[in-house]
């Protein structure tokens, strides 16, 4: 490997001539035009994957801003729309203010290839680049821009920690000889199975048509055994509403999967990932030239801005990481979405429409309303908004409890109780979320036992001055918050239990041995190498241990709540039961998922029959455990199937916690898909949590018929009053949310100061 990688780079490589490696390597020579630049494609100029290519705004001005001569080429090739259109069951509905850019990918190449030849860069097309090793020792930088099938990444795949995801649709780029009026989804219900159109236009006279459907529908379809030549007739055949009868064309057009691609790290000594190569974003949010340009611009202003090309690397992949990764969690909601799209098809239109419109999270009811007020009012009206009334704001009811909005303050276990007394502490943070707003506020993790706490902090309703400590606090909340529901979350830590509070060392035995008590579990696993092994319960005691739930639920309701859960997620003893990565028993309480299910019912079902018939009783369950070999999505829709049978009124919808080895794939609503399937295939209300931060989030999740209700958590600690403010911020003050009249002068937003945009990434002299 060359010693110049610590020096800055003069002489350039760069590993294919598609958008994102011409790019680089004419800003590259363009910052510093002595610089060496050399691309090798192993195609000829113009051929080229695909047909049209989507840039948004963002993108256009950072291409402006590094090189207005670029900018200005692109522009006078764009073919601008703001519609998109949804077809859903013959019905066309229009949602417009969204800004599209397109134009053809072989007049983008030639766009880029005459700016590199202009600038002097080497480009060498029909031929293979030397091996990447030769490279790097003959070159400064070597830029690897070779696609999804990067060889320079299996090369060096020890260095960079690829991995590559396949999913499952399939699909297909083809085109069509006329130009769309709007970016279009078709939606085909045929014989076969659902099949979807992506369209859109990129010339005045052209349009790019992804054709999409699950592999099984694929094959069921006749499709695997069809050349190109039937492809496209086929194609042509199934939408031609949408082509108005027109043939569509193919550009050596086959069938693929797409594969998700990340990595570990991005760069290698004096090699570097960009686009394809680095990271792949489903093309249903049209992100894949996006992502490849901005990596070449960031690229190129990190090796501007730092004196060495390693701190330039460096540099790069911290700035672009996150931004990528946050494309990608946007990108993979989008192709699951399309993925489960029959899921949604009885939707209402309009509904169906806006789900669509806001499946990968960055369309949302908010801004959705900015671009196309009419449209977002249509949506509500069908709904059922009351009018001037924002879809969190709207009233659901559970049974006989009429919640007056949809935001529920999530269960937090706060580890401060005395001997299971909730004391004034309880009474304050409960009190206060009361006072905030929202519709439902859930206690912690109330345990049924001494032997059922998770900490010495944990709350209980084991005693009668547990049960008088919860009654004060219920009052509170009826006298003070009228029109707030209260529930309490009951449960068992079974296996999890016998820790220090969170702050002291989260899942840690207590420090002192003889503090410690003994443990129960469905099997004797224990969470960690160093947690205790629970003892294995037996029927008999299961039998205690029901009972203790029902005594529990019988002080609940004596003690005044409105709503009683049973916790069973997150690997407390319920919950326990239901995975089989903790549930090894071989008796009737193992085995299957029935088995598994059995005593979590019988508690349900001992619970139920003592709580009283018009208050409603909830279910959190973990919907995977993140493991392989735990519970799968689809067990999490035959759980709450069987407990909607059993008589829950909605089920809590939770993930992970189960076993200490999950790998949980975080981001933002990243559980919302979980609960999303439960609510349309188990056909139950669904409380949704997990990482939904925002007003806008719960609005959009809400109208989009994904969730009925959001529960939120850290924003509750971060903003006891996060319901009403979210009334405010939105100008709402109708029923669904009520001040309370000490607060009332602060029921306006205040004023803030002035916000400066963020410069330019890079900008350079005309």
Request: hydrophobic share 40%; proline share 6%; net charge negative.
């Amino acid at each position: 490997m060359s010693t110049r990688a610590t020096t800055r780079a003069q002489r350039i490589a760069v590993i294919g001539g598609g958008p994102g490696g011409l790019y680089a390597a004419a800003l590259l020579k363009r910052l510093t035009p002595d610089r060496e630049i050399t691309v090798w494609e192993r195609n000829a100029p113009l051929d080229t994957f695909g047909f049209g290519v989507v840039l948004s705004d963002e993108t256009l001005g950072g291409i402006e801003h590094a090189d207005p001569a670029v900018y200005a080429a692109l522009r006078e090739e764009f073919v601008r729309w703001d519609d998109i259109d949804v077809v859903h069951r013959g019905v066309r509905h229009t949602s417009g203010g969204h800004g599209f850019a397109a134009l053809g990918r072989r007049r983008l190449l030639e766009i880029l290839q005459d700016r590199c030849r202009r600038l002097g860069v080497d480009l060498r097309f029909c031929t293979e680049a030397p091996p990447v090793a030769e490279l790097r020792a003959a070159h400064d930088l070597v830029i690897a821009a070779d696609g999804v099938h990067s060889r320079t990444r299996e090369t060096y795949a020890d260095a960079f920690g690829p991995h590559v995801e396949e999913h499952r649709n399939r699909y297909v780029w083809l085109a069509a000889d006329f130009a769309f009026d709007a970016f279009r989804f078709e939606i085909a219900e045929t014989e076969h199975g659902v099949m979807q159109l992506h369209g859109y236009p990129y010339s005045a006279h052209e349009s790019t048509v992804i054709v999409e459907m699950r592999e099984e529908v694929w094959r069921a379809a006749g499709l695997a055994d069809l050349d190109v030549r039937e492809t496209i007739e086929r194609a042509a055949k199934v939408f031609t509403d949408a082509l108005g009868g027109r043939s569509l064309r193919s550009n050596n057009s086959s069938w693929l999967t797409f594969r998700t691609v990340t990595n570990d790290r991005w760069s290698h000594g004096n090699c570097v990932l960009i686009g394809d190569a680095a990271h792949t974003a489903h093309f249903s949010i049209g992100s894949g030239t996006k992502l490849a340009v901005e990596d070449a611009l960031a690229l190129a202003a990190c090796l501007h801005e730092h004196p060495t090309t390693e701190g330039a690397l460096e540099a790069y992949e911290a700035e672009r990481r996150p931004v990528v990764a946050s494309t990608q969690r946007a990108a993979r909601a989008s192709l699951e979405w399309f993925e489960d799209l029959p899921r949604h098809l009885g939707q209402p239109s309009r509904q169906f429409a806006f789900n669509l419109l806001t499946r990968s999270r960055r369309v949302t009811h908010d801004n959705l309303r900015l671009r196309d007020a009419r449209f977002t009012a249509a949506v509500e009206e069908e709904f059922g908004c009351p009018a001037d009334t924002p879809p969190m704001f709207t009233p659901f009811a559970l049974r006989g409890l009429r919640l007056r909005n949809r935001v529920v303050v999530s269960p937090m276990d706060m580890y401060s109780a005395v001997d299971g007394v909730p004391g004034d502490f309880h009474l304050v943070h409960l009190g206060a979320r009361a006072l905030g707003g929202a519709g439902l506020v859930m206690t912690e993790m109330v345990c049924v036992s001494a032997e059922g706490r998770i900490t010495p902090g944990c709350a209980g309703l084991y005693t009668a001055e547990q049960a008088d400590a919860w009654g004060r606090i219920t009052e509170f909340v009826h006298a003070r918050a009228p029109g707030t529901a209260i529930g309490v979350q009951l449960g068992h830590a079974g296996r999890k239990g016998s820790t220090r509070l969170m702050w002291e060392g989260m899942d840690e035995p207590l420090p002192v041995p003889e503090d410690n008590w003994p443990l129960v579990a469905a099997s004797p696993v224990p969470y960690t190498p160093g947690s205790q092994t629970p003892h294995e319960l037996t029927p008999s005691e299961m039998g205690t241990v029901r009972a203790e739930f029902v005594a529990a639920a019988r002080r609940a309701a004596d003690s005044g709540f409105d709503l009683l859960e049973l916790h069973c997620a997150h690997g407390y003893l319920l919950s326990g039961f239901l995975s089989p990565l903790t549930n090894r028993r071989t008796d009737a309480y193992g085995g299957s998922l029935d088995g598994r299910l059995r005593f979590p019912l019988e508690v349900f079902d001992a619970v139920r029959g003592v709580w009283p018939g018009d208050r409603p009783m909830t279910v959190r369950i973990s919907a995977t455990d993140w493991a392989e070999g735990g519970t799968s999505a689809e067990d999490a829709v035959a759980i709450a199937r069987a407990f909607a049978a059993h008589g829950a009124d909605a089920i809590d919808v939770s993930t992970g916690q189960v076993v200490a080895e999950e790998r949980p794939a975080y981001g933002r609503s990243y559980q919302v898909p979980y609960a999303d399937r439960i609510r349309n295939e188990a056909g139950i209300p669904v409380i949704s949590v997990g990482a939904i931060s925002s007003w806008d989030d719960v609005n959009s999740l809400i109208l989009a018929g994904r969730t009925d209700l959001c529960a939120l958590a850290r924003p509750h600690l971060y903003d006891p009053n996060w319901t009403l403010h979210a009334a405010a911020e939105q100008g709402y003050a109708g029923p669904g949310v009520v001040w309370p009249e000490q607060y009332r002068a602060g029921s306006r937003r205040p004023q803030t100061g002035r916000l400066d945009a963020p410069r330019p990434r890079l900008s350079l002299p005309g």
